[in-house]
């Protein structure tokens, strides 16, 4: 368990039901791009994570996904949201040294608009939250523009100042005249996908109001989406450019890598398609937890 709260911040426990819209798309990774982004941190992971034990799971790839969130009802009131699943993670059960590695999609990086949810996000379910601005604009052409700027650290490691550069940049337009559907994560079942998210034990952060706990067991956890009007959409993600004084956010990685960051994650084009869940109903259920250098229980694949 983390440290108590300061502050503002209380705990509130898991489970929590929260209603909002969530924008979303799906992407593929392959074994290959899996490993060269494991061999570059600073796209799957926040810098505080990138350099605990957190980033020891290794990425291999598969079916991954990105989502904006706005949530309009929580336990701790509304805020934003955008996380990244990339894919699978595989890890190496505690105290074996050989055997098959079990696998599991994990939430590799993600940012919030407030420090309640930020805090009790770490604490209940290992969830690597981090603050961040949002901005959503309405266009005149029907489209919805969203980024997100990152806090960074200052020269005394607290993360206290907006980012003057995006994190993540792009804009989402419902496609005209297909009408909603019904859509929920329990039809996974059905199409052999496993959504269970598996998170490592996270290191302890220092923030502003004492939002970035860390925790000392590992967190499985099945979360659930569902909403009756849900529309199809195209994702552009084409970003901002980087500055003189500030690059993007992970950048640095050579002149191959920027080519491919100038649509946001490396390896994706332009367009994407996706979709716009809205007055969906979220639930985060209580995980299930064990302590690391006890073994792998999860009973995962």
């Not at 079916?63 to 701790?76: A, D, I």
């Not at 996270?202 to 939002?211: D, M, S, T």
């Not at 980087?242 to 491919?260: F, K, W």
Request: glycine share 10%; net charge neutral; hydrophobic share 35%.
């Amino acid at each position: 368990m983390a440290a108590a709260p300061t502050g503002n911040i209380k705990h509130v426990p898991a489970p929590w039901k929260l209603k909002g819209t969530i924008y979303s798309f799906m992407m593929y990774i392959s074994a290959k791009d899996a490993a060269s982004l494991s061999s570059d941190k600073s796209f799957l992971y926040a810098p505080l994570e990138a350099a605990s034990s957190f980033a020891n799971c290794q990425p291999v790839g598969g079916l991954g996904m990105v989502q904006v969130l706005r949530y309009s009802e929580s336990p701790v009131g509304p805020y934003d949201e955008l996380l990244i699943v990339p894919g699978n993670f595989e890890r190496q059960p505690d105290g074996k040294v050989t055997g098959k590695k079990p696998r599991n999609l994990m939430v590799s990086r993600i940012y919030v608009s407030h420090e309640r949810t930020c805090w009790n996000g770490r604490t209940n379910w290992n969830i690597p939250k981090h603050l961040a601005r949002f901005q959503f604009d309405e266009l005149p052409n029907g489209a919805t523009s969203i980024s997100v700027y990152p806090r960074q650290a200052d020269s005394t490691g607290v993360e206290s100042k907006s980012s003057d550069t995006p994190f993540f940049s792009a804009t989402f337009k419902t496609i005209p005249y297909v009408p909603s559907f019904p859509a929920s994560t329990s039809i996974s079942k059905y199409v052999g996908l496993d959504l269970a998210l598996v998170q490592p034990p996270l290191p302890e952060g220092k923030g502003v109001a004492g939002e970035l706990p860390g925790t000392k067991e590992w967190c499985k956890i099945v979360p659930a989406e569902y909403s009756s009007k849900t529309s199809l959409g195209w994702w552009d993600l084409q970003r901002k450019e980087a500055t003189e004084t500030e690059p993007l956010l992970g950048g640095g990685g050579g002149e191959s890598r920027s080519v491919g960051e100038k649509n946001w994650w490396p390896g994706l084009g332009r367009w994407r398609i996706g979709m716009k869940m809205k007055d969906a109903d979220i639930e985060f259920p209580e995980g299930e937890r064990w302590a690391a250098g006890s073994g792998d229980i999860s009973g995962s694949q």
